[in-house]
């Protein structure tokens, strides 16, 4: 199948790569010619701009836009809709807040152009491990889109396989599911990221209390200088917590186990916030994944005035007096 992709970062590049692999045809875009240069000549086509794109693809066309959520996205997919025809299609693969693709759908539905959102996940290993895909879009816009989602997915691979009921869809072991109309396969990833989210609060917490347990404030007898390293590697082997995120993380301790090369200060894309947005909304408990965006915002701080007040108050009605940091 021939298919333009439009963002050649990290995951673009990957996709693109993995797609021509499997002897799809792809004409790519991006606005830094040295990334086009680069994916072409692993033998993609490249373009100049998006009107050269969609003359490169025969109709009806299909677009793949990988590019950061918000107006990046949102101004290429306007600028499609004012290029390509009748009975095209736009993906949209990056991390798009759900409701901006059913506002997204239903405009170029106007131009009977079809929309399609997958939420994907699999980083940078996507390339080789394949891409988790969760779709949202009309089913024959998804239908006809098959082949590169088939191609992007992991398969079935070697993991057990699930005892599901008959009729089930097969597509859901092959690592891609048509979730719903628009938005839905969105919405289903921002879920993926708040629940990943609270998954890697939970092991920086655990290997923070096992770091921990040699602190001078503890009884000698008590205290253990506990190796890391291989905490982490045992732990992947016939333990009820593996996962893919404690196989980065056996890999990290391996490489430095003080973790010198990092600062601490993590990162939000967004995607966190908007799944307790909708927990909010369905009044759902989300504790966990509430404590695990917080302690991102909490990462990026010395010392917040919030707590310089809660120290204000300890000294006010008890005389508590702040001791130095050192003990």
């Not at 993926?192 to 890697?200: A, D, Q, R």
Request: net charge negative.
């Amino acid at each position: 199948m021939q298919l333009g992709v439009i963002g050649l970062g990290r995951m673009g590049g990957a996709i693109v790569r993995r797609l021509m692999r499997d002897g799809h045809a792809c004409v790519v875009y991006d606005r830094d010619p040295a990334a086009v240069a680069k994916v072409a000549a692993d033998g993609a086509a490249g373009a100049v701009d998006l009107a050269d794109l969609a003359r490169q693809l025969k109709p009806p066309r299909a677009v793949w836009v990988m590019l950061p959520a918000g107006p990046p996205t949102d101004d290429t997919i306007t600028a499609l809709g004012k290029t390509l025809q009748s009975g095209d299609t736009v993906i949209d693969g990056g991390n798009t807040y759900y409701r901006d693709d059913i506002r997204r759908a239903k405009a170029l539905k106007a131009k009977d152009i079809t929309y399609v959102d997958v939420g994907t996940s699999g980083g940078v290993w996507g390339l080789e491990r394949g891409f988790c895909m969760m779709v949202g879009g009309e089913a024959g816009a998804v239908g006809r889109i098959d082949p590169i989602l088939k191609s992007l997915a992991p398969g079935l691979g070697d993991i057990p396989r699930t005892h599901r009921p008959k009729g089930a869809d097969p597509r859901a072991e092959e690592g891609y599911i048509h979730a719903g109309p628009a938005g839905a396969g969105h919405f289903v990833k921002m879920v993926h990221n708040g629940i990943e989210y609270g998954l890697m609060q939970a092991y920086a917490e655990g290997f923070d209390i096992l770091r921990n347990k040699n602190a001078d404030a503890l009884p000698e007898d008590e205290r253990y200088d506990l190796n890391l390293a291989d905490i982490a590697e045992v732990w992947r082997r016939g333990s009820v917590i593996p996962s893919w995120l404690l196989d980065l993380t056996a890999q990290a301790l391996a490489g430095d186990v003080k973790l010198e090369d990092f600062t601490g200060a993590v990162a939000d894309s967004g995607e966190g916030r908007w799944t307790l947005e909708a927990a909010i909304e369905e009044a759902t408990p989300a504790t966990v994944l509430a404590a695990a965006l917080f302690a991102r915002f909490r990462s990026r701080e010395s010392h917040s005035f919030g707590e310089k007040l809660l120290s204000a108050m300890r000294f006010g009605f008890g005389g508590h007096v702040e001791k130095p940091l050192d003990e």
